[in-house]
């Protein structure tokens, strides 16, 4: 197998969960209202001041951090901004959770070594 492409079976194999929570959230302003292209005053029209912005790591530009509130318990929800200061990505994780899931999926992954790089 492709270890380059583990992490991305590993993010879709924790899609399931992370659907159910989002259907909970559906009819939050920022997770029904905003939509990939809109711009950062659009979104701090939807959603209001973000809990923290920040500047993104692995490509050029931003992210604002929202906590998501329903019967008492809170989710981080993030809303990433591309160079040109428009939305790129939604998701139910922080901005450093977001970051740090693109880093890892960057990093090569080792050598399998052996004959024909299969690893037995």
């Avoid at 399931?16 to 701090?44: F, I, R, W």
């Avoid at 992210?63 to 998501?68: A, G, I, T």
Wanted: glycine share 12%.
């Amino acid at each position: 197998m492709n270890t380059s492409i583990f992490p991305l079976m590993l993010a879709l194999g924790a899609l399931p969960g992370c659907s159910s929570t989002a259907s909970l959230y559906h009819d939050q302003p920022l997770v029904s209202k905003v939509d990939n292209g809109m711009s950062k005053e659009q979104v701090l029209q939807i959603g209001g001041k973000p809990t923290a912005e920040s500047e993104r790591t692995v490509v050029p530009g931003s992210c604002f951090d929202y906590l998501l509130v329903r019967s008492g318990q809170t989710q981080p929800y993030s809303v990433s901004f591309d160079g040109n200061g428009k939305v790129d990505r939604t998701t139910l994780m922080t901005c450093a959770e977001w970051s740090a899931a693109q880093q890892k999926a960057r990093r090569p992954s080792p050598s399998m070594g052996g004959f024909g790089g299969s690893g037995y």
